[in-house]
């Protein structure tokens, strides 16, 4: 397409893209059109209210919930602010800094609405990391939440960045309140299939963030794999979910998803295990959305009968060890689907559910999704061979001016960076990440194999296994493990629990060194980030 024919006249990201020869295959599906007039805003937003979904409950949190009407009535107000204000032109980025809310989904929205792009940060993003942020996005205008204020204003500051910023909080009139003699209309902007909706920083968990860029037509391509063939999603389902808007597999299930069914989305800032649970319970949620990790808090309350209301539970963010995907099924009678996808290839690409989970896989590639394993040299591995998982969809892997473009695309491949196999009818069983094998003595170790031995140990809570540097072997497996609230740290249980690997999986595996502590480092979405454990 040529800069004439899209309305995004500010290039500045396009311009920024990897060459053409360095994008991924994509495999279009009949849905989206893959080029010609679309914005998103108009299937996720402006369909509810042609289907007769405007008095239909949209948004909710503690303080408030909003119809479908309503909602759109305020993600015009932001659009005619942003564009009347502030004179925010197609193109332009637009950066948020907020928790989950309606009011932080309204701006996500109007940002689409009138062709900008969008810009999301985590709100526990100190001022340094803003900065990077800012520095690669080049942002016109920043809204952000008034508790989050303070490190935005020192990140502004100190990298010299000339942008607006509005301060709103829960108070509608902070945000809403401006007007220009009445209220102005703004059309959607007639942006095309592959302008660009939004830029997406990956989380960090392995090191310095990386900035992908996803399109229009990327944002529906989930909706109609993702949402249609693994949620089978309707206007009667009331999604929730722990994992933030400022990261795509919260962005999709907690707003994109159910905007496009026409559903309900529960948006609050942070829960305790106890919250959600009353939370899930109070408003009836049946779709839910978070990591392993809170899964398995959520049981120790003892609420399994509380959950009545789930028809769905959906664990992505870090791979589901196997005894937390038994206990949980065991105690709630629901199967938990596991999701494997990057905010590289904007959500999920693998999962099962139902009837065709298998224990011990993730599933197959979702339709419009095809999944391969890759050697070292890009040659397709047989069945049952462990190598790189590479993926080709309807998205796709484009990093914003950054060289690891090759890393992760190659021949035409994403290559996600995790270790797995595939069975001869396409089964996809994750190992581990492949900057997080163990070799030791020149073995290959899976760090989750060992976390799943542990797991099974009554007195282990959580545990995170990864290589660590030795003169002898190389690396040896490490374990760093918080104890059970009825266990006590110590020697003899050290010993204890390197028997216990010892004796469920090969002696080799076993933790040469285990690490109690009190909690494991996280991201904002609850994934373990194990380069710190490293630092």
């Known amino acids: 397409m040529s800069d004439q024919e899209s309305p995004q006249k500010d290039r500045y990201v396009h311009n920024l893209l990897p060459p053409k020869d360095q994008w991924p295959v994509i495999l279009p599906i009949v ?9 998103c805003v108009e ?7 042609r289907e007769g979904r405007s008095d239909k409950t949209a ?11 309503q909602l759109a009535d305020r993600v015009n107000q932001i659009a005619s602010r942003m564009v009347h204000e502030f004179d925010v032109q197609p193109g332009n980025r637009v950066l948020i800094r907020g928790g989950n809310s309606p009011h932080v989904a309204a701006i996500w929205l109007a940002i689409q609405k009138v062709g900008a792009i969008g810009v999301t940060s985590m709100s526990l993003l100190r001022s340094a990391e803003l900065q990077v942020i800012m520095e690669v996005s080049l942002p016109v205008l920043i809204f952000c939440e008034h508790d989050l204020k303070d490190e935005l204003h020192d990140a502004v500051a100190n990298g010299n960045i000339e942008t607006a910023v509005i301060i709103f909080d829960e108070r509608d009139d902070d945000l809403f309140g401006w007007d220009a003699g009445g209220l102005l209309s703004v059309e959607n902007c007639k942006t095309h299939a592959d302008d660009i909706s939004i830029v997406a920083f990956t989380s960090g968990t392995t090191g310095k963030p990386k900035a992908t860029v996803h399109f ?24 929730i979910g722990t994992a933030p808007l400022a990261f795509t597999f919260g962005l999709g299930g907690l707003l994109i998803f159910p905007l496009f069914c026409g559903s309900a989305a529960i948006l609050k800032g942070r829960y305790n295990p106890v919250e959600f649970v009353d939370t899930i319970e109070r408003h009836q949620a049946t779709i839910c959305f978070t990591v392993p990790t809170y899964y398995q808090q959520i049981l120790k309350l003892g ?18 060890p196997l005894p ?5 099924s065991l105690k709630t009678g629901i199967e938990l689907v596991e999701l494997l996808g990057s905010t590289e290839m904007l959500h999920a690409f693998i999962g099962a559910r139902g009837d065709d989970i298998r224990p011990g896989y993730i599933g197959p590639a979702i339709e419009g999704y095809k999944a391969a394993i890759l050697d070292a040299n890009g040659q397709l591995l047989p069945a049952g061979e462990i190598g790189r998982l590479a993926v080709q969809g309807p998205t796709g892997c484009r990093y914003l001016n950054d060289d690891r473009q090759m890393d992760y695309v190659q021949n035409g491949w994403n290559i996600t960076g995790d270790a797995c196999l595939i069975t001869e009818d396409g089964y996809v069983a994750y190992h581990t990440r492949f900057d997080d094998m163990i070799i ?31 003169k002898a072997r190389g690396q040896i497996v490490a374990a760093y493990v918080v104890v059970a609230d009825d266990a006590t740290a110590s020697q003899q249980l050290d010993l204890e629990l390197k028997d216990y690997v ?19 480092p996280r991201n904002e979405s609850g994934k373990i980030q194990r380069f710190r454990l490293l630092e």
């Open 31 to 39: 849905e989206v059109a893959m080029s010609g007039e679309l914005n």
């Open 43 to 49: 299937t996720l937003l402006d369909q509810n209210l």
């Open 59 to 69: 948004l909710i949190n503690d303080q408030q919930s909003w119809t479908y009407r």
């Open 216 to 239: 229009h037509r990327d944002i529906l391509a989930i909706c109609h794999t993702v949402c249609r063939h693994m949620l089978m999603a309707d206007q009667d389902d009331i999604f």
């Open 303 to 320: 609420s399994s009968d509380r959950f009545q209301s789930l028809r769905l539970a959906v664990s992505s963010g870090e791979a589901l």
């Open 324 to 328: 937390v995907r038994t206990s949980w």
């Open 440 to 470: 030791t003595a020149g073995y290959n170790v899976s760090g989750l194999e060992v976390e799943n031995a542990l797991l099974d140990h009554p007195k282990v809570n959580e545990c995170a296994v990864i290589g660590v540097a030795d």
């Open 502 to 520: 010892k004796k469920r999986i090969a002696p080799y595996k076993y933790p040469r060194k285990i690490v109690f502590l009190d909690e494991l």
